[in-house]
């Protein structure tokens, strides 16, 4: 699988795969775009393997230190190969290499691969929030 860092809204092709894939495991692909073209300094990183989007990660800025990795995933036939890792790991090396310092994101206890992945990769998790329908989510940190 290869990694690449799209700066902004991908070219029509690209995200037309993200936004299927986003569908098949969230459905919802119509807020996706509407909400992604509103948020500074947005970065895609998308995993692709044999031309198909088999995960992606999808972040934006907060401050010119901190960054918010705001939505993520990888397609269900394709799970368990370590391509979150990747993804994630692809993600922080660009925005390191762009001065950010800090990585925050949040997940909530039913996603526990998620959660259990960012401790492993480092984050630590610094409070509760919680969604709309008064869900909890874990806010986690990572220094980059």
Known sequence: MKCISVA??????LLNKIQSLHEKLFKDHVTLLRK????????FTVGIKHGEVVGYKIGYEITPD???????AVDEKHRCQG???KLMTEQ????KNK????????????????LILNIKCGFDVIGI???KQDEPKIILEKYL
């Open 99 to 114: 001065g950010y310092k800090l990585v925050r994101t949040k997940t909530k206890n039913k996603w526990r691969n998620m």
């Open 66 to 72: 901190i960054f918010y990795s705001w939505l993520g």
């Open 8 to 13: 902004g809204i991908p070219d029509e092709q």
């Open 129 to 131: 929030d919680t969604d």
């Open 92 to 95: 922080h090396s660009y925005l």
């Open 83 to 85: 391509i979150a890792t």
């Open 36 to 43: 992604a073209k509103g948020k500074p300094n947005l970065l």
